[in-house]
C-alpha cells in the first residue's frame, strides 16, 4: 500500500476540509476507472460466448448446404452414365436421395438446359419445362456453372413453383468414345426457412442473426436473412465456405453488448467538475504541494479499489516499489519479498527479454499493452496475464512503470476448450465425409460396379457414414438447445416398460449381428409416468448402445425397470471389462466417449451420453454410472415418483 507521508497541510478546519473534499474527488475518478475496466472485461466475456454460439450456427450452415449439393452430386455421377434416363427413373433416384433430408425441396435435371425432370412433382410442376437462357433470374449462375463446369449457388430468390429458396447448379459432362460433352444440368433447390431452421437461425437463442451472401469474387453481397443494419452494429462475424461464393454470419445479444459510454462520460464530467473546484483552492497554497499531494493520493486510492493487479517499478532498474493486494494474491509472493526481487524476476525467462526492452526504451507519458505475458507464482507455475499500463515521473523526477496486470488463464482455458470443440466436431465430420466421397467416388469412375459384392459393400459403407453424420447434426442440434434452454418436450403419461421393450426391439437386430443377447429381466414393474417418450427412447438407445459396444459375443445385456420407494429406475448392464477410473469421471462429457469398447457397432458421435444426461434432467430424471470387475458396468435412468403415478406387475 502507498502512503502519502511527508506530506504536512497544518491543522485549519478549512485545510482539512479541502482535503476530505480532494480524497472524495479522486475516489469517484478511480471508481470510473474501475468502472471502465471492468465494463471492457464484461463486452469482451459477451463478445466470447457470442462467438462460441454463432461458430456452432455456422458449422452446422455450412454442413447443411454440403450435404445438399453433395446429394446433387450423387445424381450427376447417375445421369453421367444413364444420360437417357426417364422421369420414372429420375423419380425413383430421387426418392431414395432425399431421404431424411428435409431442407431439399427439389431436384430436377436440364439436358440442353431446359428442365425436363423433377423431384417431386408434387408442388413443383410450374417449373417443368423452363428454359433456363430464357429466365433472367436463373440464368446467369446456369450459364457459369455450363461455362466453368463447376458448382455454383445461386439465391435466395423467388421460385417459378411459389416460395424462396437457393438453388446449387451442377454441370454434367457425357462420355461418347473418346469424346467428353456436355448433357446440361442439376439442379438441387434448397427451401430457405428449412435451411435456417436445420441451421438453428430461427431458433436465435437471445442472439440478433444477419446472414450476408457474396457470390463469385467479383460479385456484390447482398444481405439475405435479418437487419442489413446488423453488420454496422460492431457484431461478431463468422464465415461459412459455399460452392463460388461465401456467407458471413453476424451475431450479437438481443439487447446488444453491454454499454458504458455513457455512464462513464456523466462520471467522468462529475468528477472533473469535482476536481477543478477542488484543485483551485489547493492551487493558491503552493503548486508543489498540490502536484505531490494529487500523485500521491491517485496512486492510494487506485491500489485500494482497483480489482486488477497493480505493479509499481522503477523503469531503469526494474525494481519493485510497490504492488497491490490483488497482485499479491494473484502471484502468492509477501510484500518483503517482492522488494528485493525485480520486474524481470516476475516473468518466465522466454519473457525477459520482451519486458527488458520495454523498460529500456519507456519515456515519460509512455503507454504499453495490452500484451500477453506468463507470470511466474510463488509455487513456480506460470499464470497467463495480460499487462499495460504507462510510464510516469515522480515528484523526484524518477521514471516509474505503473503496470495493470490482468489474470486471463481463465480465458484462455475457455478459448482452448472452444477451439478443441470446433476441431474435434470438424474431424468427426470430415471422417465420414471422406469415405462416403472414397466410397462413391470409387463407384462414379467404374473401378468397381454397383451390382457387385464389392459394389454394395461400398454402398453400405456410403450409407453408414451418411447415417453418422445425421446423427451428429442431429445430436449437435440437441446439444445446442440443451444448452441454450430452448429445448421442448412433448410431456404425457406413457407406460416404462413399453418404452423398454421398443428400446431393445430397435437395437436387437445390431445385437444379433454380433452374438449379443439383449433381455428385459425380473419381475420388471411397469408404471405410468409423465415424460416425454419419444427422448426417453433417445436416452435408453444410447445406453444400450454404450452396453453393446462394451460386450463381446456371447454375453447379455440386461434391463430392468425397478419399483423403489421414492423413484423410478430403469438398470441398463452389460457384463464387458469394467472402465478405467479417469474414463468414469469423463463419461458424461462431450467427446468423451468415442472409439473406446472391444468393437464400434455403430459408428457414435461422441455426443450420446452427454446428451442423454442432460434430457434426462430435463424431465427431471438422472443419469449416473456405476463399473466394476464383479458386475461389469451399470447405467441407472432414475426419475422422482409423482402424485398419481401408477404400478402394475408384468
Not at 459510454?261 to 483552492?281: C, K, M, W, Y
Not at 451428429?472 to 444448452?483: A, P, R
Not at 403419461?493 to 430397435?506: F, G, H, M, T
Amino acid at each position: 500500500m502507498i502512503r502519502l507521508g511527508g506530506l504536512n497541510l497544518g491543522g485549519s478546519p478549512r485545510l482539512l476540509w479541502l482535503i476530505r473534499v480532494v480524497t472524495i474527488a479522486t475516489t469517484v475518478a478511480a471508481i470510473a476507472m474501475v468502472y471502465q475496466f471492468d465494463s471492457e472485461r464484461e463486452r469482451a466475456q459477451s463478445r466470447s460466448e457470442v462467438a462460441e454460439r454463432l461458430t456452432a450456427k455456422a458449422i452446422l450452415l455450412e454442413t447443411t448446404i454440403k450435404r445438399s449439393i453433395q446429394t446433387a452430386r450423387s445424381l450427376v455421377a447417375v445421369i453421367s452414365t444413364e444420360p437417357d434416363l426417364d422421369q420414372q427413373r429420375f423419380s425413383a433416384l430421387g426418392n431414395a436421395l432425399l431421404v431424411s433430408i428435409p431442407e431439399i425441396r427439389a431436384l430436377g435435371a436440364s439436358p440442353s438446359m431446359r428442365v425436363s425432370l423433377l423431384h417431386p412433382l408434387k408442388d413443383n410442376q410450374a417449373a417443368l419445362g423452363l428454359k433456363l437462357d430464357s429466365n433472367f433470374s436463373r440464368w446467369p449462375a446456369a450459364n457459369k456453372a455450363a461455362r466453368t463446369g463447376q458448382v455454383t449457388l445461386d439465391g435466395p430468390m423467388e421460385l417459378v413453383q411459389g416460395g424462396r429458396g437457393l438453388i446449387g447448379w451442377l454441370p454434367v459432362a457425357v462420355r461418347e468414345g473418346d469424346e467428353t460433352r456436355f448433357w446440361g444440368l442439376v439442379s438441387v433447390v434448397i427451401d430457405e426457412q428449412k435451411l435456417y431452421r436445420a441451421a438453428g437461425l430461427l431458433d436465435d437463442g437471445g442472439l440478433q442473426l444477419a446472414l450476408r451472401y457474396r457470390q463469385g469474387s467479383d460479385g456484390g453481397s447482398q444481405v439475405i436473412f435479418g437487419e442489413a443494419s446488423l453488420f454496422t452494429k460492431d457484431p461478431v462475424l463468422a464465415s461459412v465456405s459455399v460452392p463460388d461464393g461465401q456467407i458471413q454470419l453476424a451475431g450479437l445479444p438481443k439487447n446488444g453488448w453491454p454499454g458504458f459510454e455513457d455512464e462513464l462520460r456523466d462520471l467522468a464530467l462529475s468528477s472533473l467538475l469535482g476536481l477543478t473546484l477542488v484543485i483551485l483552492p489547493v492551487m493558491l497554497l503552493t503548486f508543489s504541494m498540490r502536484r505531490e499531494w494529487l500523485s500521491r493520493r491517485q496512486l492510494e486510492t487506485l491500489f485500494d479499489v482497483a480489482p486488477t493487479g497493480m505493479i509499481l517499478a522503477e523503469s531503469d532498474s526494474g525494481r519493485i516499489v510497490e504492488v497491490n493486494d490483488r497482485f499479491l494474491r494473484m502471484s502468492g509472493f509477501d510484500m518483503s519479498t517482492l522488494q528485493d526481487m525485480s520486474l524481470e524476476d516476475l516473468v518466465m525467462p522466454d519473457k525477459r527479454a520482451q519486458l527488458t526492452r520495454l523498460r529500456v526504451e519507456s519515456r515519460d507519458g509512455t503507454q504499453f499493452g495490452p500484451y500477453e505475458s506468463e507470470l511466474l507464482t510463488r509455487t513456480g507455475q506460470p499464470l497467463t496475464v495480460s499487462c499495460s499500463g504507462s510510464v510516469l515521473r515522480s515528484t523526484d523526477r524518477q521514471l516509474l512503470m505503473w503496470t495493470l496486470v490482468q489474470d486471463i488463464s481463465e480465458r484462455k482455458r475457455v478459448e482452448n476448450v472452444k477451439a478443441q470443440f470446433v476441431s474435434t466436431v470438424s474431424h468427426e465430420l470430415r471422417t465420414p465425409l471422406t469415405s462416403i466421397a472414397g466410397s462413391l467416388g470409387l463407384l462414379c469412375r467404374g473401378a468397381v460396379e454397383p451390382s457387385t459384392d464389392k459394389g454394395r459393400e461400398l454402398l453400405s459403407i456410403a450409407m453408414f457414414n451418411s447415417e453418422r453424420c445425421t446423427r451428429l447434426v442431429n445430436e449437435l442440434l440437441d446439444l445446442d438447445q440443451l444448452t441454450s434452454r430452448t429445448m421442448r418436450l412433448n410431456i404425457r403419461p406413457v407406460s416404462i416398460v413399453e418404452l423398454v421393450r421398443d428400446s431393445i426391439q430397435a437395437q436387437e437386430l445390431v445385437a444379433a449381428q454380433y452374438g449379443i443377447s439383449v433381455n428385459l429381466v425380473g419381475d420388471s414393474a411397469d408404471m405410468t409416468l409423465p415424460c416425454d417418450p419419444d427422448r426417453v427412447r433417445q436416452i435408453l438407445g444410447n445406453l444400450l448402445s454404450h452396453a453393446l459396444n462394451h460386450s463381446v459375443k456371447g454375453q447379455v445385456v440386461e434391463v430392468a425397470v425397478l419399483n423403489l420407494e421414492d423413484k423410478f429406475r430403469i438398470r441398463v448392464q452389460d457384463h464387458g471389462p469394467p472402465l478405467e477410473e479417469d474414463r468414469r469421471a469423463r463419461m458424461f462429457d462431450v467427446f468423451a466417449d468415442q472409439d473406446v469398447g472391444p468393437k464400434r457397432l455403430k459408428g457414435g458421435t461422441g455426443l450420446g451420453l452427454a446428451v442423454s444426461r442432460q434430457l434426462a434432467r430435463l424431465m427431471g430424471g438422472d443419469i449416473h454410472f456405476e463399473s466394476d470387475s464383479a458386475q461389469g458396468n451399470r447405467f441407472y435412468l432414475t426419475f422422482p415418483r409423482l402424485d398419481g403415478d401408477t404400478v402394475s406387475s408384468h
